[in-house]
């Protein structure tokens, strides 16, 4: 996908059609699967199967060898991320998103992924900025939007 491409997508998820950013974002999440192509893609689904039946150290550990393997994959980081979060490591799954930001400075997933775990270890001014960053690519998350009033609420 070329940067054309890319900026089309981008400029789809700030459109008022909501059908244009959903094709938009799903497109998004493709590029980011199959960033390493089918076998990058393969080894991801791999994680979520063990991740699925409970196998969380085996997930982690295809997860982290990916992420050795691959460092500019970022959605393996984000897995990773992901991983962590669900099993309340949110600094290191704060590092994981960070990661991906640094790699794919529009990966929306990953900002509201930080402002997730912010807002888990009670940070709620930065789960705001990270939650506001999401909203800058993605300007109808109503999710995003939700979460800044809760945080905004929290810090009253």
């Not at 998004?28 to 990058?40: D, P, S």
């Not at 991906?100 to 997730?116: C, D």
């Not at 909203?135 to 995003?144: D, H, I, K, M, S």
């Amino acid at each position: 996908m070329d940067d054309a491409t890319l900026e089309v997508l981008l400029q789809s998820l700030k459109q008022e059609d909501e059908y244009q950013r959903e094709l938009a974002s799903a497109a998004l999440w493709q590029r980011w699967f199959y960033q390493k192509g089918e076998v990058g893609n393969q080894r991801l689904q791999d994680a979520q199967a063990l991740t699925d039946s409970g196998r969380l150290e085996a997930a982690e550990r295809l997860l982290s060898t990916l992420v050795s393997e691959l460092p500019d994959f970022a959605e393996a980081w984000n897995r990773r991320a992901v991983l962590y979060f669900v099993q309340h490591r949110y600094r290191e799954a704060m590092a994981d998103c960070e990661q991906v930001i640094k790699l794919v400075p529009y990966h929306f997933g990953a900002l509201h992924g930080l402002g997730l775990c912010h807002a888990a270890l009670g940070q709620y001014g930065a789960a705001i900025q990270a939650f506001r960053q999401a909203l800058g690519v993605q300007p109808y998350a109503l999710v995003n939007q939700r979460l800044i009033l809760e945080c905004t609420a929290q810090l009253s």
